[in-house]
């Protein structure tokens, strides 16, 4: 189905604050990380529209009086509103409606694990006293629309979610715009005159994630990524070597985005590596690269 329109809700407002911790009021970073959304849809030519703009207070009933202004009320509209979280926990959530399949929800925490952020899971959650409805209002009490709440990280994570949020909520958020076009089969360009992260560089992180399988080791890891396993189990704050299956590593290292006019070897002499060390660490068998690749480096 052709997409109608986007529209954006920055959570919470006003009087009501969110989550806080750490220097971080969910309100602002949901309003910031939802007015770089919004200029990018428009940038890509995509109906968009905000439910606020400002620090106000919105009530559910307004916010869903807000909502339903615009565009139809059909699958055709794609809502999402922007939170943070609380709790301890660390990493990104996306919560979809019953009504709706997973897949969009699924490409929007895979986009965002790709730009850097740990992935928790994407899920529905249902009334306590009554399983046939949502819990969230705002996917309770939409119309017909597929509605995604998205949680960028914890406010008061023990871990790294507090500096991801604060350093690299535009890259997050840029994560969501391109799973929307890829969903929606629309043409995606990356934003222009926008630094996603700290740095311009090409390099995304100071580490990069992996996904254990059946067989590994922390040894194997280590080896294959020229890291050790001392490092690894710091990075992830591992008190033993036990892992299990599809369990999330952060790996030392960086991803690195290629960049029109880069070749291998290039990119092995900027980042003081080795061409067969990139060639191992990114499973390639042969020194070809495309614009917008991502790129292990080791």
């Not at 990380?33 to 529209?49: A, H, N, T």
């Not at 059909?74 to 979809?96: F, M, P, R, W």
């Not at 280590?222 to 490092?231: E, F, G, I």
């Not at 990139?278 to 068998?285: R, S, T």
Request: hydrophobic letters at 30%.
């Amino acid at each position: 189905m052709a997409l109608k329109g986007v529209i954006i809700d920055p959570g919470h407002g006003g009087k009501d604050s969110g989550a806080v911790g750490n220097g971080i009021v969910e309100k602002d970073y949901a309003l910031k990380i939802s007015k770089y959304m919004y200029d990018r849809f428009k940038e890509l030519g995509i109906p968009v529209r905000l439910t606020r703009d400002s620090d106000i207070t919105l009530s559910p009933k307004e916010r869903i009086k807000e909502i339903k202004k615009y565009f139809d009320r059909t699958k055709n509209t794609i809502v999402v509103s922007n939170h943070l979280n609380a709790g301890k926990g660390d990493g990104a959530e996306v919560i979809y409606a019953l009504r709706d399949k997973n897949t969009l929800a699924k490409k929007i925490l895979n986009n965002i694990e790709s730009s850097g952020q740990n992935a928790r899971k994407y899920y529905q959650l249902r009334l306590p006293n009554n399983s046939s409805k949502d819990y969230y209002f705002i996917h309770r009490d939409t119309p017909n629309n597929e509605s995604i709440i998205v949680e960028y990280g914890f406010v008061d994570s023990p871990k790294d979610d507090v500096s991801q949020i604060k350093n690299n909520y535009k890259a997050y958020a840029e994560a969501v715009v391109k799973a929307i076009c890829e969903y929606k089969g629309i043409k995606y360009t990356k934003p222009k005159n926008i630094t996603l992260n700290n740095n311009n560089s090409g390099v995304k992180n100071d580490y990069f994630t992996y996904s254990v399988k059946k067989g590994d080791t922390l040894w194997d890891i280590a080896r294959l990524y020229n890291t050790s396993v001392d490092n690894i189990k710091k990075l992830n704050n591992l008190n033993n070597n036990s892992l299990k299956i599809g369990q999330v590593l952060k790996i030392p290292g960086q991803l690195y985005i290629v960049k029109k006019g880069d070749s291998l070897w290039k990119i092995a002499k900027n980042n003081n590596t080795t061409i067969n060390s990139l060639l191992k660490a990114n499973n390639l068998k042969n020194t070809t690269l495309k614009v917008g690749q991502e790129l292990i480096i080791i």
